[in-house]
């Protein structure tokens, strides 16, 4: 999997390049904000490989729709899109209560090479709740699959990767 990165509103779009030979040129549409560019392939391949490290799904946010933001190894630094900040996992929201740099979600291997999660507040004037528990600025608490975080009045759930998803 590689990263494409938006020239209008530098949102991070992946896409699995083993699908295209490298003498092509990709024509993409951002989903965040409709931006039309090509990128060639061959300039995708010198790109370091990214690993697939779970994702989050927001589901309460002011403009009411569902996005998918995925995780990388590492500090995963959430907030509120803004173009010119510095974040990893940009939630396209109008919700103020959301800081630009609000939570940040650790993501890195242990000793087995299993995946683990670490959340902590970043920190954030209106706080990071973790199942409605407000996190102390201090805290470094280590995620389950499916944990609820609350960020202002946003909320979103960690899926890890390559753990099955839960059928209710």
């Known amino acids: 999997m590689k990263?494409?990165?938006?020239?209008r509103c530098d949102n991070d779009i992946m896409f699995d390049e083993n699908h295209y030979e490298n003498n092509i040129s990709l024509f993409f549409v951002c989903p965040y904000c409709g931006k039309q560019f090509n990128v060639s392939v061959?300039?995708?391949?010198?790109?370091?490989?990214?690993?697939?490290?779970?994702?989050?799904?927001?589901l309460?946010?002011?403009?009411?729709?569902r996005q998918e933001l995925p995780l990388f190894l590492g500090?995963?630094?959430?907030?509120?899109?803004?173009?010119?900040?510095?974040?990893?996992v940009p939630i396209e929201t109008t919700d103020v209560s959301v800081a630009?740099?609000?939570?940040?979600?650790?993501?890195?291997k242990n000793k087995s090479g299993r995946l683990v999660y670490t959340l902590r507040d970043f920190p954030s004037i209106s706080g990071t709740f973790l199942r409605h528990e407000r996190l102390g600025k201090?805290?470094?608490?280590?995620?389950?699959?499916?944990?609820i975080i609350t960020v202002g009045s946003t909320t979103f759930i960690v899926h890890?990767?390559?753990?099955?998803?839960?059928e209710d």
């Open 100 to 108: 630009r740099q609000h939570c940040i979600i650790n993501v890195k």
């Open 75 to 88: 500090d995963n630094i959430i907030g509120r899109r803004s173009k010119g900040t510095d974040i990893q």
């Open 138 to 147: 201090k805290d470094r608490i280590i995620l389950e699959n499916g944990a």
């Open 160 to 166: 890890f990767a390559g753990e099955p998803e839960d």
């Open 3 to 7: 990263k494409v990165l938006c020239p």
């Open 42 to 58: 061959a300039d995708l391949m010198s790109q370091p490989e990214v690993q697939d490290c779970g994702f989050i799904v927001v």
């Open 60 to 65: 309460e946010n002011a403009y009411g729709y």
